[in-house]
C-alpha cells in the first residue's frame, strides 16, 4: 500500500514536468527557429505575410511552436509478431 508521502511526491514529480517541459519546448524552439531563420528566414517570412501574418520573427514562431508542441506528443504503437 503507498503511503501518502509517496502519492503526494509523484504528484509533485507530475505537475513540475507539466510546468518544465513546455519551457524546455519553447527553449528549444526558439533556438530553432533562430537557427532555420538564418537560412530560411525570408521564405518563411514571405509566405506568412502572403497569409496575412506580419511582424514577427522567426525566433518568436519557433518559440511559439516549441511551445505548443510541448503539450502535444506523439504516441505511436506497433505490434510484434512472435
Same mark, same amino acid.
Given at each position: 500500500?503507498?503511503?501518502?508521502?509517496?502519492?503526494?511526491?509523484?504528484?509533485?514529480?507530475?505537475?513540475?514536468?507539466?510546468?518544465?517541459?513546455?519551457?524546455?519546448?519553447?527553449?528549444?524552439?526558439?533556438?530553432?527557429?533562430?537557427?532555420?531563420?538564418? *537560412? *530560411?528566414?525570408?521564405?518563411?517570412?514571405?509566405?506568412?505575410?502572403?497569409?496575412?501574418?506580419?511582424?514577427?520573427?522567426?525566433?518568436?514562431?519557433?518559440?511559439?511552436?516549441? *511551445?505548443?508542441?510541448? *503539450?502535444?506528443?506523439?504516441?505511436?504503437?506497433?505490434?510484434?509478431?512472435?
Amino acid at each position: 500500500m503507498k503511503t501518502a508521502i509517496e502519492i503526494a511526491l509523484v504528484g509533485l514529480i507530475a505537475a513540475l514536468a507539466l510546468i518544465v517541459i513546455p519551457i524546455l519546448g519553447a527553449l528549444a524552439g526558439g533556438l530553432g527557429g533562430w537557427i532555420t531563420g538564418i *537560412f *530560411f528566414g525570408d521564405l518563411i517570412l514571405g509566405t506568412l505575410a502572403a497569409c496575412g501574418v506580419k511582424g514577427i520573427s522567426m525566433w518568436q514562431l519557433g518559440l511559439t511552436l516549441g *511551445f505548443i508542441s510541448g *503539450f502535444v506528443r506523439s504516441s505511436s504503437t506497433s505490434q510484434s509478431s512472435n
